[in-house]
């Protein structure tokens, strides 16, 4: 499976936007680029995914580099309930359907 | 819907006995799967199945057996535990569409004494 490469962690103010990067520089052309995220003592929760244009739903925005080997999770107004563990995997569009985790990203808000 | 269940949500063992954790999904979905996560660890993959009678080896399947004889039931046994095998066990489903998004369960927390 392709790797990927976060910050251990980063920390945010409340209501102000957050960029999580993310690295994929193996990417294949079949891979998918999603992001989950854990909340505390929770399973993870799926925030967005996407191939190679950027994309937008209700929880966050994900800008993808045009050569496809970084990506970044954009939430525009951070809040206390988004602290959380943040992975970025890659999912081969192939038959692939298995998510590979790695440590992610511990996202700090501070009030 | 009540999405993912995962029963127990804590579970204590002593070394060498066998359990059963449970995962049920009501979303018809065909893909689901077994993960753990250590403390200050990823998720990692234990056993897969993309459907009913068909399921597959993870990451880290050792010690581990798991069965899918409806769409909606995928239960993880324990054949003999370990203190290794301390951890939480997560439930994850997905629909066979590919790029879909998993859904994940509660989880349910073993210790292995």
């Known amino acids: 499976d392709a790797k990927t490469t976060q910050p251990n962690s980063m920390e945010s103010n409340e209501e102000e936007p957050v960029h999580l990067p993310c690295n994929h520089s193996?990417?294949?052309?079949?891979?998918?680029i999603h992001w989950y995220r854990q909340l505390p003592s929770q399973g993870p929760e799926y925030v967005i995914h996407g191939l190679t244009s950027n994309v937008n739903n209700r929880m966050a925005s994900l800008a993808i580099a045009e050569d496809r080997k970084s990506s970044t999770l954009i939430l525009h107004r951070a809040t206390l309930r988004d602290a959380a563990v943040y992975y970025c995997i890659l999912r081969d569009g192939g038959s692939n359907y298995k998510l590979t985790f790695g440590k992610g990203t511990l996202l700090t808000v501070n009030p | 819907n009540a999405g993912v269940t995962q029963t127990p949500k804590f579970q204590v063992l002593k070394t060498g006995q066998s359990m059963t954790l449970q995962c049920a999904q009501d979303?018809?979905?065909?893909?689901m799967s077994w993960y753990r996560q250590d403390p200050g660890m990823g998720l990692r993959l234990i056993h897969y199945s993309v459907g009913a009678g068909i399921t597959d080896q993870g990451e880290v399947p050792n010690g581990y057996n798991v069965s899918r004889s409806t769409t909606e039931d995928f239960p993880l046994r324990l054949l003999s535990a370990a203190p290794s095998q301390t951890s939480v066990y997560f439930c994850?489903?997905?629909?066979?569409?590919?790029?879909?998004?998993?859904?994940f369960g509660p989880g349910t927390r073993l210790t292995v004494t």
């Open positions: 994850a489903s997905s629909p066979a569409t590919l790029g879909y998004e998993q859904y």
């Open positions: 979303m018809n979905h065909e893909y």
């Open positions: 193996t990417i294949s052309g079949t891979d998918y």
